[in-house]
């Protein structure tokens, strides 16, 4: 009789993922985004540029340098120190989303960039689709 009642499984438990966005802009007031096209949450969605890692622990220096190497023509060391912003969480069905948000301005307007990347007017960035943790930070810090 007890074999055949229905009973609830435990739910798996939620994975958490941290994520380090840069707000990377250039003395023009161009911002730039990444369009998520990878199969993970949030494909084809846009994205400041981003770091996961496996902890709440920033990125070392060294991959950040290497990032901002990969976006753009514009030497890593023009944008200074990134300046923490924000940390915003969001809660999933299957994961938990830390997204830490840091602020990153260039001495020097992008001339040339990254194929995945995109430089928009920040004026315009509304007209863009984001996950709702980048939404929140755009609604809070603008």
Wanted: with cysteine.
């Amino acid at each position: 009789m007890v074999s055949s009642i229905p009973f609830r499984t435990k739910k798996k438990e939620r994975v958490t993922r941290f994520f380090h966005y840069y707000d990377i802009s250039d003395p023009n007031g161009m911002t730039l985004l990444h369009c998520r096209s990878q199969n993970d949450i949030w494909q084809n969605l846009y994205q400041f540029p981003m770091l996961e890692t496996s902890s709440k622990d920033s990125p070392g220096q060294n991959d950040i340098k290497k990032e901002l190497a990969d976006i753009s023509d514009i030497s890593p060391e023009s944008f200074g120190h990134p300046n923490k912003t924000a940390e915003i969480r969001q809660t999933l069905t299957h994961r938990k989303i830390v997204g830490t948000f840091y602020k990153l301005v260039s001495n020097t307007p992008f001339m040339e960039i990254n194929k995945s990347y995109c430089l928009v007017d920040r004026q315009k960035v509304s007209n863009f689709a984001f996950p709702k943790i980048m939404t929140t930070y755009l609604a809070d810090y603008g």
